[in-house]
């Protein structure tokens, strides 16, 4: 099948493995490649999963937490998404969106969360 004139077939591969990195690789995509120069054109589902795998790979490298870390300090904490985000000031759907993985958490809301997860509960009745 041709794409804008280029020579192109829809299948899945393994992404490419970033150099330098510990972290796990080679995310399986479904998506139309370029039949000249491999390139790949992401829809639907498939560029929501590259965009998971990239939040989930970033928070491995630059020892962030993740979207599972995220949703376990929340729950330990014992608040809900939209008054963490609202308590943390980063809005009501902040924490929403980094438990599913379409934004990424950044270096100072992480450091943040992980000594607030250090802290001890406040006493009862407090």
């Known amino acids: ?11 899945t591969r393994s992404g490419p493995t970033p150099p330098s990195t510990r972290a796990r690789c080679g995310v399986q995509t479904t998506a139309w490649w370029c039949g000249d120069c491999g390139e790949a054109t992401l829809d639907g589902e498939a560029l929501v999963a590259r965009e998971q795998a990239f939040f989930e790979l970033r928070a491995e490298v630059e020892d962030v937490s993740s979207p599972a870390e995220v949703s376990e300090i929340r729950k330990r904490l014992g608040i809900s998404q939209r008054p963490a985000g609202e308590v943390l000031g980063r809005g009501p759907r902040a924490f929403q969106k980094y438990e599913k993985g379409t934004a990424s958490v950044s270096a100072p809301m992480s450091n943040l969360l992980r000594l607030l997860a250090e802290a001890p509960p406040p006493p009862r009745g407090a």
Do not use: D, H, N, Q
């Open 1 to 11: 099948m041709a794409v804008l004139g280029v020579a192109a077939s829809r299948g």
